[in-house]
């Protein structure tokens, strides 16, 4: 292994600003947000669009003039074949992505037993364009590598990190039980409404719950909740209005 030749508390700073984190301290690391990362789109992939497929679903088929009956039975239909589908897409996506990580640990693996010297200069390099000098860089190579060779090569070379690092089933029921949750508010509302009311409220109430879930998605994430709360608003409306008239001019043919 390599010796360690920079001082302690310097190496210190140096590795918290080439990695942006702090390992022997986590709880520097629960105010910020990047760990959140995956669950966070999957959640928020699953729950909005639970709601507004489903929400849309159940307006189109409603314009169309159906029964209660047949508008329920589409909404229930659609929430089970919508959950299925997003489980079944994210656990297949992230699968790849974790194939793919999984394949270049292991060339990593191959390379580093392969020739040390040379992974510790493609490492000197790196940092050299981060904005160390050639001597400062080096030496912070060696430290690294001297305590994690594979673990700096994954993060600084790679961008493998472990905490966003992909995770098919967690991806999967996240957003197959998010779906379902944001289904079952327009599926509520077409319960307890008025069958002459059914698109207003389903409308109303699921317009609520999509600037519910933008504002704490924007929340969770740090970013700004106008912003968060308008863009999930839009394209809910949108959707929702395109399917009442594709159903009204259905409703009209038949």
């Known amino acids: 292994m390599f010796s360690a030749s920079l001082p302690g508390p310097i190496f210190s700073v140096v590795n918290f600003a080439l990695v942006n984190m702090n390992q022997k301290n986590q709880d520097?690391?629960?105010?910020?947000?990047?760990?959140?990362?995956?669950?966070?789109?999957?959640?928020?992939?699953?729950?909005?669009?639970?709601?507004?497929?489903?929400?849309?679903?159940?307006?189109?088929?409603?314009?169309?003039?159906?029964?209660?009956?047949?508008?329920?039975?589409?909404?229930?239909?659609?929430?089970?074949?919508?959950?299925?589908?997003?489980?079944?897409?994210?656990?297949?996506?992230?699968?790849?992505?974790?194939?793919?990580?999984?394949?270049?640990?292991?060339?990593?693996?191959?390379?580093?037993?392969?020739?040390?010297?040379?992974?510790?200069?493609?490492?000197?390099?790196?940092?050299?364009?981060?904005?160390?000098?050639?001597?400062?860089?080096?030496?912070?190579?060696?430290?690294?590598?001297?305590?994690?060779?594979?673990?700096?090569h994954l993060r600084d070379e790679l961008g493998i990190n472990e905490h966003i690092s992909a995770r098919p089933l967690q991806a999967a029921l996240a957003s197959a039980g998010m779906f379902t949750l944001g289904a079952l508010m327009p599926l509520a509302a077409t319960i307890v409404v008025d069958a002459s009311h059914i698109m207003q409220a389903v409308a109303l109430s699921s317009l609520m719950a999509l600037a519910c879930l933008g504002a704490l998605a924007a929340y969770l994430g740090g970013a700004n909740i106008t912003s968060g709360v308008l863009r999930v608003t839009f394209w809910g409306m949108l959707a929702m209005a395109l399917t009442a008239v594709v159903g009204r001019l259905f409703g009209v043919m038949t």
């Open 28 to 152: 520097k690391n629960k105010d910020h947000r990047y760990h959140r990362t995956g669950w966070l789109r999957a959640a928020v992939l699953g729950a909005n669009d639970g709601i507004v497929s489903t929400a849309s679903l159940i307006i189109g088929v409603t314009a169309a003039g159906t029964s209660l009956e047949d508008i329920l039975l589409a909404g229930v239909a659609g929430l089970v074949a919508g959950a299925m589908s997003m489980a079944a897409g994210e656990y297949v996506s992230v699968s790849s992505q974790a194939d793919t990580e999984k394949a270049d640990i292991k060339l990593e693996q191959h390379h580093l037993s392969e020739d040390l010297e040379y992974e510790l200069q493609e490492l000197t390099e790196i940092y050299i364009h981060r904005g160390l000098d050639q001597s400062l860089a080096r030496q912070v190579a060696k430290q690294l590598m001297a305590h994690d060779a594979l673990g700096a």
